[in-house]
């Protein structure tokens, strides 16, 4: 027989405090604190505060708290590190002789060394070599460019942007003239790469590609090895270093750009990619596309910015703000060397060949188009047969060899909404290059076209075409063998005066 229980009332909050045992008093041991807490310290006053008393974290918890980072980052970021890591083996082992040397234009080099020892101008005393450097002459107060025999009072500069200078300086701080831009090279070149392929997952997670993790590692694998980046990134030389690290910043941009999420981060990279490549400069297209008429109704988006123009201002606003330090700083920094906020140098070349066409047309004309065409569009392959040899040209070799993926470009299976947005900023980016004064000569290839590679694999990404499908394999095998072919065969201003 079971007995049954008295069932009573739970008591109340304010009963449970009165019934509960009396707090221990001043002569009570306190609670032991946890290790690495911080714990009261006992007064002699009994009716005083306890003062607390910081205990510093244990080295072994510190250090354990590092290594929990660092696996965690590695867990987020293992395909990157991987990527670097594959990219800079194979970079590397195709720089071969040149990666443990100086290459034969560090002109970044010189220039970051010259800022170290506190002037804006270059000490012609050091100068490696009289190529692409350009001499600023005084004539009655005005800025010319140095004809004939150099004079005590010219003055040498880097004619080329100095964004790529200000990334140097601490390593040259620590190799001074001697630091090697051709192993530097390389490794902003396997960055590329691994930022590359973290814009190609961003992409993809903001529901703007359907690229899985397979297809974007080989989208990025192809930048590395199937375009002109690869014969860029292996050799050092100011020409190439510039283009490389173009392609780093213009990652970081547009990862920034997309929607104009993070328009000051977007800013600040552009001005960076800018001041490394200037038709980067064209590329605040996309930014401001974003930022405007980000879609799908952009047409309708336009109209009605009469009406709701904050935003759109807002992040303008905060474009700008990112880009202004670094480009009012260069601006200054021109005007000091050439007279111009504008102007980077090439105008005060120093006895170069170009120099004639400079005179006669200007830096940018419609009489440059032409062989500018020619160089990225028709240049082909030298086939002798007797002997039986294969050449290339040095002003250029077609983009539909050196990056036959454009094929594919004209027929997209999908335009999404970033259709527009790239080719816009393909367009733009592309046309300084095309009325320039010179084709990139000498080059594997329209080198050029590298500042706008990476929007159009962007462009191939979001087309809808699987890398599986036999005919992008086939094109992708032909990029890769042409490049492969370039990476070995090009020889360049450092071959020309280097005693191998």
């Keep these: 027989m079971s007995r049954s229980k008295s069932k009573r009332p739970k008591p109340s909050a304010a009963q449970a405090r009165e019934s509960a045992p009396a707090a221990p008093g001043p002569a009570a041991e306190p609670r032991t604190a946890p290790p690495g ?9 009994p009716g005083a505060p306890a003062q607390r008393v910081e205990h510093p974290m244990p080295t072994e918890a510190r250090g354990e708290g590092m290594g929990a980072s660092l696996r965690m980052w590695l867990a987020a970021y293992r395909v990157e590190v991987v990527l670097f890591l594959v990219s800079f083996a194979v970079l590397a082992s195709f720089s071969s002789q040149r990666f443990p040397r100086q290459s034969e234009a560090p002109h970044f080099v010189y220039q970051a060394k010259a800022w170290l020892e506190g002037r804006l101008d270059l000490d012609p005393e050091v100068l490696p070599n009289l190529e692409d450097w350009a001499c600023v002459r005084e004539v009655e107060g005005a800025k010319e460019r140095c004809e004939g025999r150099t004079r005590p009072g010219d003055r040498w500069f880097v004619s080329f942007p100095s964004f ?22 390389v490794i902003v070149g396997a960055l590329a790469v691994a930022f590359f392929y973290s ?13 899985d993790r397979t297809e974007n590692v080989g989208l ?7 375009t002109l980046f690869f014969y860029a990134a292996i050799r050092g030389e100011v020409w190439f270093s510039a283009e490389v690290m173009g392609v780093a910043f213009t990652c970081l941009y547009v990862r920034n750009a997309v929607r104009a999420h993070r328009p000051v981060l977007a800013g600040l990279f552009f ?5 490394t490549r200037t038709p980067l400069l ?13 879609g799908p109704d952009r047409l309708g988006q336009l109209k009605s910015l009469g009406v709701h123009w904050k935003p759109a201002l807002r992040k303008l606003g905060l474009f700008a703000l990112g880009a202004a330090p670094l480009a009012l700083l260069a601006a200054a920094y021109n005007v000091y060397r050439f007279g111009g906020p504008g102007e980077f140098g090439h105008a005060f070349l120093y006895n170069n060949r170009v120099n004639v066409d400079i005179d ?21 392959p030298k086939v002798s047969l007797n002997p039986l040899r294969l050449g290339y040209d040095p002003h250029g070799l077609s983009l539909l060899l050196t990056l036959p993926l454009l094929v594919f470009l004209g027929v997209p299976k999908l335009r999404p909404r970033l259709h527009w947005p790239l080719w816009l900023t393909v367009a733009v980016t592309a046309l300084p290059g095309l009325f320039y004064q010179n084709t990139g000569y ?22 809808g075409w699987s890398l599986r499908h036999r005919a992008v394999l086939a094109t992708v095998a032909l990029g890769v063998l042409v490049n492969f072919w370039g990476a070995v065969a090009f020889r360049g201003y450092t071959e020309l005066v280097r005693n191998w």
């Design 442 to 463: 000498m080059q594997f290839g329209f080198r050029f076209s590298i500042d706008y590679t990476p929007y159009l694999l962007l462009l191939f990404a979001i087309g």
């Design 164 to 185: 790529p200078a200000v990334v140097m300086l601490p390593f040259v701080a620590l190799h001074g003239y001697q630091f090697n831009d051709t192993s530097f090279g």
């Design 271 to 275: 001005s960076m990619a800018t001041l």
């Design 37 to 45: 807490s911080a714990a009261p310290e006992r007064s002699a006053d």
């Design 282 to 294: 064209f590329a605040g297209l996309f930014f401001v596309l974003e930022a405007l008429c980000p």
């Design 199 to 211: 814009l190609l997952r961003f992409l993809a997670k903001e529901g703007e590609t359907v690229r």
């Design 220 to 226: 990025a694998l192809v930048l590395a090895f199937g």
């Design 360 to 380: 006669r047309w200007g830096l940018f004309d419609l009489a440059y188009l032409s062989r500018n065409l020619e160089a990225a569009f028709f240049k082909l």
